[in-house]
């Protein structure tokens, strides 16, 4: 039986500049000592883990739903970790959801084929959910670890290609009077073979981040945005998921993604419970619109 969690990485629970790797604009409070190579091997193991063992093993079914225009049906699946399952003396429960829909690999109305999902899923991941995403309004880079890991010449192993690994400030637009959200994410993204691949969200802590990179979660969008959205009050949130993609071996695409998240401010939990199934069913639909979009171009 999978763990209850498979690490203390993919959690709903911020790192600190202590966790993550080194990074030349990070200020650590103290002595820093992850490497690089490491931690990428465990955020993409715990991943692909977390996807194939602890989802399937220990998540509860539920109801299959439509999500316009896809095709396919998404199948709604949950469950409950509570606060003496994990690993930390700090923890608090965790309520995870996580969708799985097959979709014809073809370029096609309702569809996408498995290379449309790796352009849009894992490429510029941050960037092109703003484009299809209806409610983010900005995808402000903070951190890229690009340039060492590609100094080093080291390989990460373990079958992985095309790694990147940043993080992001993405901010939510969010219906009046509620303020609008904005969460810090580390973003690892790999291949993990020639037709499947991996995209790892994890919270992140920017307070040892010079004010000048960050944007949202220290308020200086409220003097420097660019516009009247972008210099809107916005509370800080947290967010954690898995995505996994791959091809079946019937040649279909086989979508899994799970996620806990807390927005934290004046929306209660069992709201944000109540309405997320119904919020991460309705973005396969979104993204294959996008693709449909993007194959018009």
């Not at 965790?94 to 996408?112: M, P, Q, V, Y």
């Not at 080093?152 to 939510?172: F, H, N, P």
């Amino acid at each position: 039986m999978a763990h209850a969690s498979p690490s203390r990485l993919i959690r709903l629970r911020a790192l600190k500049s202590q966790d993550l790797p080194p990074h030349p604009i990070i200020r650590p409070t103290s002595s820093n000592s992850v490497d690089l190579f490491q931690f990428l091997r465990d955020v993409l193991d715990d991943g692909v883990r977390f996807s194939e063992e602890v989802v399937p093993e220990t998540f509860k079914s539920g109801a299959e739903k439509m999500a316009p225009p896809a095709d396919a049906k998404v199948r709604i699946l949950a469950r409950d970790m509570k606060k003496d399952e994990l690993p930390h003396l700090d923890a608090k429960g965790e309520t995870w959801f996580a969708r799985l829909s097959i979709h014809e690999d073809k370029a096609a109305a309702g569809t996408a084929t498995f290379d449309e999902f790796e352009f849009g899923l894992k490429q510029n991941h941050a960037t092109n959910e703003m484009t299809y995403m209806p409610s983010i309004f900005d995808a402000h880079l903070v951190a890229d670890w690009s340039d060492l890991m590609n100094v080093t010449g080291r390989s990460v192993g373990g079958g992985y290609t095309d790694i990147t690994m940043q993080i992001y400030e993405m901010a939510y637009q969010l219906p009046f009077p509620l303020n609008h959200r904005a969460f810090a994410q580390l973003i690892v993204t790999a291949n993990t073979s020639s037709d499947s691949f991996v995209v790892v969200q994890v919270p992140v802590d920017l307070s040892d981040f010079p004010e000048a990179e960050v944007l949202y979660i220290n308020g200086r969008n409220k003097r420097d945005g660019d516009s009247a959205l972008k210099k809107k009050t916005t509370v800080r949130g947290e967010y954690v998921s898995v995505e996994r993609v791959k091809k079946t071996d019937l040649g279909d695409v086989s979508w899994l993604m799970a996620a806990s998240s807390d927005a934290k401010g004046a929306i209660p939990l069992a709201v944000q419970k109540w309405k997320l199934p119904d919020e991460i069913t309705k973005d396969v639909g979104v993204f294959l619109k996008f693709c449909a979009e993007q194959r018009a171009r």
